[in-house]
């Protein structure tokens, strides 16, 4: 019989110091824990937890060493009706667990009811059916390791899927691909950098779980957005294997992109989890505290609220369940060093009753932790529930996914009806929702396309989804995508149209690295990735969704422009400005802003709700740039003109009186097939003269005033 020994109540999970491992497990209805150890054959011995402390059930296990596979059985009342599902039948996974190995492979036995009949309980042994927990080695040699804190008006994006991303890269080899030493690759982190990139936002990476329904039809569920261990790297892209592997390949991946100035951001998603509605499986807490874990109808405790569309939420007015989320937060700052987090449907966390409250207890604790609130925190500004749109109410700690941006900016370049005024306001850093909030420009994360929707190459190819790939008629995916094929559906041979689209993909791309904010890049973007009109490719873990980096040869000219409009904002701090602009004089007789028509005057109440609305030129002073450097030395740039014409005809512009600059080079224009220089031109435009500016393109121009 195995030696048990009291242990301590803290830290929660499976702890090995070397001798010997402690187990913890949170349930306040529990009336008895059995800690299952589980051999190479797969037998188990179970162990009853000795102790309880606060609800915490405990034990020390002299031996037990990391590699040990464990679960854990729950002993208490089964009780549908008040909220309580425990059920010793069924093996569940810590929710503190660092590693997990295999997968869910789903049976009648992961659920408590019969399907024939779910009034009554079904019982049977979901052992055989479930992965299970992996005690981890800790210790690590992170050397000198440290996190890049590249400041966010210096920061490039780029959301990146960690299988997708590697798994049809020639240069990195067959075993890796898909995983996070795939990621790490020399090869890849070399195209990272050569756009500039400064942070990699992964897609989820927490251990998740395919829906039982997904798998039925032949399909997964690639994204991951359906986590069930907070704080388990996913075990699917190890290349070290599934027995605590996972962990240290996980570190050296971020050891590796800090070695080369990367950040690493992980799209967490703590608003729900993979055990669905109530008549989900049970995996872990609904059988271990289901009222303490979960959001329950106060008028029905069997039913589960939900903010998110994936059957439940997660109970952020538990203390427990925010000190889950807290913990893992932590674990991964402190224990895994990533940068940052961008909180999936982050809305759903800031729900205290019903309505999404900005102080709620959630970001009170992100405020005042001292770990936390010193990384990146983005929020997906919106959840599913009534009044879940949010973007620009988070707090001033927070950044924001802007929704609106990318919906301003794809309804500009597609010819909408007056949205001037919103375009410009996108443009410059959208002061209207993050100032009055004591923020700046940088807290609007900018882009255009994200997983979530059509690929940069799909919104200028085609006007509606094509999701038939996901078995679910065309249903599935929005319908509001604001995209525009150029005039045919899909692809095509026509010279007009390709070059149309690829005028358009440029005019996505300068609009993104000239606004004021963070930019975002989708991965794959910069490669012409298509996904052939899939807007929600969510279960596609195939060539759809992979990135196809045969299109370096063909696409070339893109990447090219990528790294170029990078190297150009990287270059002239007009474009990351750390303050919204004033509007106002300065310095001297010229504001550091100024907007003017395409006849060159200042655009007037008039002429921004104009009938027309399609053009405008953008005057941008360097030398009011009005900010202190990082040695508190005045910052001053270079003068540049922006000349946008969304219209489908060419425009000829006037430039601006001597007063703006005496002269204008040419620095970029998007009708432009290329090869690219971010260097101006010998020409110079002087005062005063007409411009022609193609349909549907844009121009950046440079004064000439210093030389």
Same mark, same amino acid.
């Given at each position: 019989? $195995?030696?048990?020994?009291?242990?301590?109540?803290?830290?929660?999970?499976?702890?090995?110091?070397?001798?010997?491992?402690?187990?913890?497990?949170?349930?306040?209805?529990?009336?008895?824990?059995?800690?299952?150890?589980?051999?190479? /054959?797969?037998?188990?011995?179970?162990?009853?937890?000795?102790?309880?402390?606060?609800?915490?059930?405990?034990?020390?296990?002299?031996?037990?060493? +990391?590699?040990?596979?464990?679960?854990?059985?729950?002993?208490?009342?089964?009780?549908?009706?008040?909220? &309580?599902?425990?059920?010793?039948?069924?093996?569940?996974?810590?929710?503190?667990?660092?590693?997990?190995?295999?997968?869910?492979?789903?049976?009648?036995?992961?659920?408590?009811?019969?399907?024939?009949?779910?009034?009554?309980?079904?019982?049977?042994?979901?052992?055989?059916?479930?992965?299970?927990?992996?005690?981890?080695?800790?210790?690590?040699?992170?050397?000198?390791?440290?996190?890049?804190?590249?400041?966010?008006?210096?920061?490039?994006?780029?959301?990146?899927?960690?299988?997708?991303?590697?798994?049809?890269?020639?240069?990195?080899?067959?075993?890796?691909?898909?995983?996070?030493?795939?990621? /790490?690759? %020399?090869? @890849?982190?070399?195209?990272?950098?050569?756009?500039?990139?400064?942070?990699?936002?992964?897609?989820?990476?927490? *251990?998740?779980?395919?829906?039982?329904?997904?798998?039925?039809?032949?399909?997964?569920?690639?994204?991951?957005?359906?986590?069930?261990?907070?704080?388990?790297?996913?075990?699917?892209?190890?290349?070290?294997?599934?027995?605590?592997? *996972?962990? %240290?390949?996980?570190?050296?991946?971020?050891?590796?992109?800090?070695?080369?100035?990367?950040?690493?951001?992980?799209?967490?998603?703590?608003?729900?989890?993979?055990?669905?509605?109530?008549?989900?499986?049970?995996?872990?807490?609904?059988?271990?505290?289901?009222?303490?874990?979960?959001?329950?109808?106060?008028?029905? $405790?069997?039913?589960?609220?939900?903010?998110?569309?994936?059957?439940?939420?997660?109970?952020?007015?538990?203390?427990?369940?925010? *000190?889950?989320?807290?913990?893992?937060?932590?674990?991964? @700052?402190?224990?895994?060093?990533?940068?940052?987090?961008?909180?999936?449907?982050?809305?759903?966390?800031?729900?205290?009753?019903?309505?999404?409250?900005?102080?709620?207890?959630?970001?009170?604790?992100i405020q005042q932790d001292p770990v936390i609130s010193q990384v990146k925190l983005i929020a997906e500004p919106w959840d599913v529930g009534p009044g879940g749109y949010q973007v620009g109410n988070f707090p001033p700690l927070w950044t924001e996914w802007n929704g609106k941006y990318r919906d301003s900016v794809r309804d500009f370049w597609r010819g909408g009806q007056s949205?001037?005024?919103?375009?410009?306001?996108?443009?410059?850093?959208?002061?209207?929702?993050?100032?009055?909030?004591?923020?700046?420009?940088?807290?609007?994360?900018?882009?255009?396309?994200?997983?979530?929707?059509?690929?940069?190459?799909?919104?200028?190819?085609?006007?509606?989804? &094509?999701?038939?790939?996901?078995?679910?008629?065309?249903?599935?995916?929005?319908?509001?995508?604001?995209?525009?094929?150029?005039?045919?559906?899909? +692809?095509?041979?026509?010279?007009?149209?390709?070059?149309?689209?690829?005028?358009?993909?440029?005019?996505?791309?300068?609009?993104?690295?000239?606004?004021?904010?963070?930019?975002?890049?989708?991965?794959?973007?910069?490669?012409?990735?298509?996904?052939?009109?899939?807007?929600?490719?969510?279960?596609?873990?195939?060539?759809?969704?992979?990135?196809?980096?045969?299109?370096?040869?063909?696409?070339?000219?893109?990447?090219?422009?990528?790294?170029?409009?990078?190297?150009?904002?990287?270059?002239?701090?007009?474009?990351?400005?750390?303050?919204?602009?004033?509007?106002?004089?300065?310095?001297?007789?010229?504001?550091?802003?100024?907007?003017?028509?395409?006849? =060159?005057?200042?655009?007037?109440?008039?002429?921004?709700?104009?009938?027309?609305?399609? /053009?405008?030129?953008?005057?941008?002073? =360097?030398?009011?740039?009005?900010?202190?450097?990082?040695?508190?030395?005045?910052?001053?740039?270079?003068?540049?003109?922006?000349?946008?014409? =969304?219209?489908?005809?060419?425009?000829?512009?006037?430039? %601006?009186?001597?007063?703006?600059? %005496?002269?204008?080079?040419?620095?970029?224009?998007?009708?432009?097939?290329?090869?690219?220089? *971010?260097?101006?031109?010998?020409?110079?435009?002087?005062?005063?003269?007409?411009?022609?500016?193609?349909?549907?393109?844009?121009?950046?121009?440079?004064?000439?005033?210093?030389?």
């Amino acid at each position: 019989m $195995r030696e048990v020994w009291p242990g301590e109540p803290y830290p929660l999970g499976a702890t090995w110091d070397g001798a010997g491992t402690s187990f913890a497990l949170f349930s306040e209805v529990a009336e008895r824990v059995e800690l299952c150890l589980f051999d190479d /054959a797969g037998a188990e011995t179970r162990i009853d937890l000795p102790e309880v402390d606060g609800f915490v059930w405990h034990g020390y296990l002299p031996g037990v060493m +990391p590699g040990q596979r464990y679960g854990y059985r729950v002993h208490g009342p089964y009780d549908p009706g008040r909220g &309580h599902h425990c059920d010793p039948g069924k093996l569940l996974l810590d929710p503190y667990a660092k590693a997990v190995e295999g997968d869910v492979h789903w049976d009648r036995s992961l659920f408590s009811y019969q399907f024939t009949d779910p009034g009554q309980r079904n019982t049977d042994d979901s052992a055989p059916h479930m992965p299970k927990n992996v005690v981890v080695n800790p210790f690590f040699d992170w050397g000198n390791d440290r996190s890049p804190r590249t400041p966010y008006h210096e920061t490039v994006i780029y959301e990146a899927h960690v299988r997708g991303l590697t798994m049809r890269h020639p240069d990195v080899p067959e075993e890796q691909r898909g995983t996070y030493a795939g990621l /790490a690759h %020399p090869s @890849v982190i070399e195209h990272l950098l050569s756009m500039g990139v400064t942070a990699v936002e992964l897609m989820p990476v927490h *251990q998740f779980v395919p829906e039982h329904a997904m798998v039925a039809r032949g399909l997964t569920n690639y994204w991951g957005y359906n986590t069930i261990s907070f704080l388990a790297p996913h075990n699917a892209y190890s290349s070290a294997g599934q027995r605590g592997g *996972q962990v %240290p390949e996980f570190k050296s991946m971020v050891k590796s992109l800090h070695a080369a100035g990367i950040e690493v951001i992980l799209d967490v998603v703590y608003n729900h989890t993979a055990e669905g509605d109530h008549m989900g499986p049970m995996l872990a807490y609904r059988g271990i505290d289901n009222a303490s874990y979960y959001r329950l109808l106060d008028t029905d $405790r069997r039913l589960m609220l939900d903010y998110t569309g994936c059957g439940n939420s997660l109970n952020v007015r538990s203390p427990h369940a925010l *000190q889950l989320i807290m913990d893992s937060l932590r674990y991964w @700052v402190m224990e895994m060093h990533v940068d940052g987090f961008r909180f999936d449907l982050a809305s759903a966390l800031a729900r205290e009753l019903h309505d999404v409250d900005r102080l709620s207890s959630f970001f009170d604790l992100i405020q005042q932790d001292p770990v936390i609130s010193q990384v990146k925190l983005i929020a997906e500004p919106w959840d599913v529930g009534p009044g879940g749109y949010q973007v620009g109410n988070f707090p001033p700690l927070w950044t924001e996914w802007n929704g609106k941006y990318r919906d301003s900016v794809r309804d500009f370049w597609r010819g909408g009806q007056s949205v001037l005024p919103e375009f410009a306001s996108r443009l410059t850093g959208s002061s209207d929702l993050y100032a009055t909030s004591g923020r700046r420009p940088v807290a609007s994360i900018n882009f255009v396309t994200c997983h979530d929707g059509f690929t940069l190459t799909d919104l200028v190819s085609y006007d509606h989804k &094509h999701n038939e790939a996901n078995a679910e008629n065309n249903r599935d995916g929005t319908d509001d995508n604001r995209s525009w094929n150029c005039g045919a559906e899909g +692809p095509v041979e026509d010279p007009a149209i390709v070059m149309l689209r690829r005028r358009q993909r440029r005019n996505f791309l300068t609009t993104l690295f000239v606004s004021q904010g963070v930019p975002m890049l989708l991965h794959g973007d910069e490669l012409g990735r298509t996904q052939h009109g899939n807007n929600n490719a969510y279960c596609q873990d195939n060539e759809v969704s992979w990135v196809d980096w045969s299109l370096l040869g063909s696409e070339s000219d893109l990447l090219d422009f990528v790294r170029t409009m990078s190297r150009f904002r990287r270059k002239h701090p007009v474009f990351r400005r750390r303050r919204f602009f004033l509007g106002r004089m300065l310095e001297g007789d010229v504001r550091d802003i100024v907007w003017l028509t395409p006849s =060159g005057k200042e655009m007037t109440a008039g002429d921004w709700h104009s009938g027309f609305g399609k /053009a405008m030129a953008v005057f941008l002073n =360097g030398e009011a740039i009005s900010e202190p450097g990082p040695r508190g030395q005045r910052i001053s740039d270079d003068s540049f003109l922006l000349l946008v014409n =969304g219209h489908h005809e060419d425009i000829t512009f006037t430039l %601006p009186g001597s007063e703006y600059g %005496p002269g204008w080079q040419p620095v970029l224009d998007t009708n432009d097939e290329g090869p690219y220089d *971010q260097r101006p031109s010998g020409v110079t435009h002087e005062p005063g003269k007409p411009i022609t500016v193609t349909n549907r393109s844009m121009q950046i121009l440079r004064s000439t005033a210093r030389g």
